[in-house]
Nanobody, 125 residues
């Protein structure tokens, strides 16, 4: 059974930092694209950032220069380093993975086959 488990969320003041982790079990994703999405209260889940098997990545405009995605294939873990956090970053952050090998970066939720339950990030002003 494939599982993605996020951790690292919490409450932080505006301007602060958090590092999210997403650890996979049940299979490896070395050759698969993975990403982070977030869902704020009353809003749809939105794309944040994705990284493919070769390390290429793409960010949504609102987090460029503040968030950094990385992966440690040896640990089967995806990370999201978030700096200079803003109240509008408050959301549940979920990681996701595509099942197809050598899959490309995608911002579409429908392209991801596996999802974690999410971790809450709250940024106070």
């Amino acid at each position: 059974q494939v599982q993605l488990v996020e951790s690292g969320g919490g409450l932080v003041q505006a301007g602060g930092s958090l590092r999210l982790s997403c650890t996979a079990s049940g299979r490896t994703f070395d050759n698969n694209a993975m990403g982070w999405f977030r869902q704020a209260p009353g809003k749809e889940r939105e794309f944040v950032v994705a990284i493919n098997w070769s390390g290429a990545y793409t960010y949504t405009d609102s987090v460029k220069g503040r968030f950094t995605i990385s992966r440690d294939n040896a640990k089967n873990t995806l990370y999201l380093e978030m700096n200079n956090l803003k109240p509008e970053d408050t959301a549940v952050y979920c990681c996701a993975a595509r099942a197809r090998f050598y899959s490309g970066i995608s911002s579409r939720r429908a392209d991801y086959n596996y999802w974690g339950q999410g971790t809450q990030v709250t940024v106070s002003s």
